[in-house]
């Protein structure tokens, strides 16, 4: 004689479900531990990569157009399609994953450090060189620190949509708790569909915050200023590019 | 090197254009989803915006919609729709998922548009004697038109993305042979399919440049 099929939550597939929390809770900080991973590397990355280029296209103003345009038709491409055309070069890893969100971040930080750059009054710039200051100085202690608001916009959004372009690394195998949401749609799996999507809103939230928190200890004078001083130059164009920017799928 | 050839190969041979699986069929199915669905959001954001943007509220909720957007991942909600009830109905829960991700651009730069419209010209109007509705489709909308043009740009390149990640779930579309590339282990069907959807994501953004760029001066806004 059988024993009678278990009735919990799991048995019943519901959504919420706390046996599956407490079962499987390995699996999910494994997935946990791998998307961050994926994200953390891939938008440092994007960053290293993207303020050199920055810095060129407001160096040599003639780079400004390739760079921004080439950055675009990169941001344009769909994240399937990113991570499908580097198939060849990377083979089913790990790395394909980084790249491939690593060249979406790398498109919002180029334009956010650009903005923000460009935000920089031309007053604090002269004021920088009747100091005396040399352009190395200027660039470290003047213009990189008012830059600083709009770049971290552009950090604040490449870090949250690649949080939430992880998952789709799932079709390689590497997509942290995407793999969950794609293991959990083949088996009609409720309660690890909607807890690895649930997981995936807190990661880019609390990332989102901490990078909010960054920010803050960074630009201790914006604190100051705040009540008297809403927005900042570079601050305002950071937000004009927020809403036309969008988002990634 | 080989690679290349290969998937050149696949993409000059007839047999992979044709039929229920060939790239004609897809590229229509992606095509009239993706129309589809721009439409629907339109006709969901567009109204909502105007009148949020016109009366001036709301918009703490018309501009964080698209930070939250961000932050949800297209798949996971492509996943879970397909796991509730409509997903037995066929193409129900990619277009609501795709109409879904669609909104928030429309919604946040339509609304950005009206509230950035002078609001010495807005005055001026009033002044006039104009009425709320005669301010808002002569007045605000033409002013806030490149901007509201900007939206479903977004929009729709947004959607030709989603659209995509909808063979993940089953959907038709160019997706479906990244897809069943993935499941035949052929590199060069992966990547011939991939290539195909990054250049029609490509001419539409490129369509709405040229657009753009052939429009009035009043349509066309400031050059980004």
């Keep these: 004689m059988t024993a009678p099929p278990p009735d919990d939550c799991l048995a019943r597939n519901d959504w919420i479900c706390g046996d599956y929390l407490s079962t499987r809770r390995q699996i999910l900080l494994d997935a946990v531990g791998q998307h961050l991973q994926l994200t953390v590397i891939s938008v440092a990355l994007g960053l290293v990569i993207a303020v050199p280029l920055a810095l060129l296209a407001r160096r040599r103003r003639w780079t400004a157009g390739p760079v921004l345009g080439i950055t675009t038709v990169l941001y344009t491409i769909p994240s399937l399609a990113m991570f499908s055309l580097l198939l060849p070069v990377y083979g089913l890893s790990a790395t394909l994953v980084v790249v491939g969100l690593a060249l979406y971040s790398l498109t919002l930080l180029v334009r956010n450090i650009l903005a923000g750059l460009d935000g920089v009054p031309a007053e604090a710039r002269e004021a920088a060189r009747g100091m005396g200051f040399g352009p190395m100085r200027q660039l470290l202690t003047v213009e990189l620190p008012l830059a600083l608001p709009a770049a971290m916009a552009g950090l604040r959004i490449a870090t949250v949509s690649a949080v939430a372009l992880t998952t789709v690394g799932a079709i390689v195998g590497y997509g942290g708790l995407g793999n969950l949401i794609y293991a959990g749609m083949n088996s009609f799996f409720k309660a690890q569909v909607l807890t690895a999507s649930v997981l995936c809103v807190i990661i880019a939230v609390v990332l989102d915050l901490l990078l909010l928190g960054a920010e803050r200890l960074l630009t201790p004078w914006r604190r100051a200023g705040r009540r008297t001083r809403v927005r900042t130059r570079a601050g305002a164009g950071a937000k004009r590019l927020v809403t036309a920017a969008g988002r990634r799928t | 090197m080989n690679t290349l050839s290969a998937v050149w190969t696949w993409l000059t041979t007839a047999a992979n254009w044709s039929g229920e699986n060939g790239v004609w069929h897809r590229l229509e199915q992606h095509l009239v989803l993706t129309f589809a669905c721009l439409v ?30 961000r932050a949800v991942p297209t798949f996971a909600v492509l996943v879970l729709l397909l796991l509730t009830p409509l997903g037995r109905h066929g193409q129900w829960p990619t277009i609501i998922a795709l109409v879904l991700f669609a909104i928030p651009p429309l919604l946040t730069n339509a609304y950005v548009g009206m509230r950035e419209v002078d609001r010495s010209v807005v005055r001026a109007a009033r002044g006039m004697g104009m009425t709320g509705t005669q301010l808002v489709w002569r007045v605000e909308v033409p002013l806030a038109f490149p901007l509201i043009l900007t939206g479903i740009r977004i929009a729709a390149v947004q959607l030709v993305a989603t659209a995509t990640l909808a063979a993940l779930v089953g959907g038709g579309g160019l997706g479906r042979i990244i897809t069943a590339g993935f499941n035949l282990a052929s590199t060069p069907q992966v990547v011939a399919g991939a290539v195909l959807v990054a250049v029609f994501a490509l001419l539409v953004e490129g369509a709405f440049e040229l657009a753009r760029r052939c429009a009035p001066d009043w349509a066309r806004g400031p050059v980004r």
Excluded: D, E, K
């Excluded at chain 2, 339109?42 to 018309?62: D, Q, S």
């Design chain 2, 40 to 69: 629907i959001s339109a006709l969901i954001a567009l109204p909502v915006a105007l009148t949020l943007g016109h009366l001036g509220r709301g918009g703490a909720l018309a501009i964080n919609l698209a930070n939250v957007g």
